[in-house]
């Protein structure tokens, strides 16, 4: 979820950034509905590029990213990745990885896409 003049949502858990990812763009949309910080936010693609923008490699970054689930839980009750782990998994999007804290194997990438234009 990100703002027109590109702020990036996060919410704080244990003094460290935590970006919420979702399944698509309507679990980001309905989720945004329950909570109201993000408003003002709208669901765009997170792709290696704005990665490295929200956590930059090696800079010793507190960043995490949350996998929601489920739109109309708690943002908190996500799957928590780290930033070099989601980067694994975006790099080769059909070799599952571990998510540490729940040992489940996750098959695609779980990440918030666009809207498709109308033609």
């Known amino acids: ?3 027109a003049n590109g702020d990036w949502f996060a ?3 244990h003094r ?3 970006v919420p990812l979702f399944h698509s763009s309507h679990d980001a949309m309905m989720s945004r509905l329950r909570n109201f910080g993000m408003l003002l936010f ?7 590029r ?3 923008e929200v956590a930059p490699a090696g800079a010793g970054t507190d960043v995490d990213f949350c ?6 839980a ?8 780290t930033a070099a ?3 694994l998994l975006m790099s080769n999007p059909h070799e599952p990885a571990t998510i540490s804290g729940n040992g489940m194997a996750v098959a695609k990438p779980l990440l918030i896409t666009p809207p498709q234009s109308k033609r």
């Open 11 to 13: 919410l704080e858990d």
């Open 85 to 87: 782990k989601l980067a």
């Open 1 to 3: 979820m990100r703002r």
């Open 74 to 81: 708690s943002l908190n009750q996500g799957s928590h990745i």
């Open 16 to 18: 460290r950034l935590s």
């Open 42 to 48: 709208q669901p765009v693609a997170l792709d290696a």
């Open 67 to 72: 996998i929601v689930n489920d739109p109309f």
């Open 50 to 52: 704005s990665l490295k």
